[in-house]
């Protein structure tokens, strides 16, 4: 499996080398086959995605070096993909169905906070979360906020947390 995964990686190299280099399809596919071996989440497939032409004077005035604008982006493509294949010949396939299981919970406790509080509270909640504050003054907020929370809230959440099917199977 590492095998075919790494075979199709360098397949993908190969396409940026094409005369006729399509940046918009190769994305795709890169982004689909980045997505199918390491997870949606994996930062590789966000770098693959944003990779874009830019067609504006600051673009145009900095590709004025020893390379051109869409030849850095066919570089960055490439060096993407190198260390994709260097993670999966030291590392061998990554477990991709904890990954999953680990996305399933976070957009699980999402749901159960955005079902259970208040449209205010999830707003005050998504802010301090976003904020650029230290985690120790994150996690003072938001401890804050949950003692503010009556009983019945958080034995509601917690239940419905406990009950669920996809986190009961790892718990």
Known sequence: MT???ILLLRQQIEKLQ???FELKAWKKQTALLLMRIFGEK???VTQTEQLEYEFNSWSLRD???NE???????RIGRNILEAAIMELETFGMPDKQKADENVTIGKLVASLLQDELKGGQVKQIRHVLQSDDSMEEKRRQLGDMLDLLDK?????????LLL??????IF
């Open 68 to 74: 051109s604008y869409e030849e850095s982006r066919r």
């Open 3 to 5: 095998e075919q995964a």
């Open 18 to 20: 094409v005369k006729d």
């Open 152 to 160: 019945e809230q958080m034995k509601n959440m917690l239940s419905a």
């Open 164 to 169: 669920d099917e996809s986190f009961s199977k």
């Open 63 to 65: 590709a004025s070096g």
């Open 42 to 44: 994996d930062p590789k």
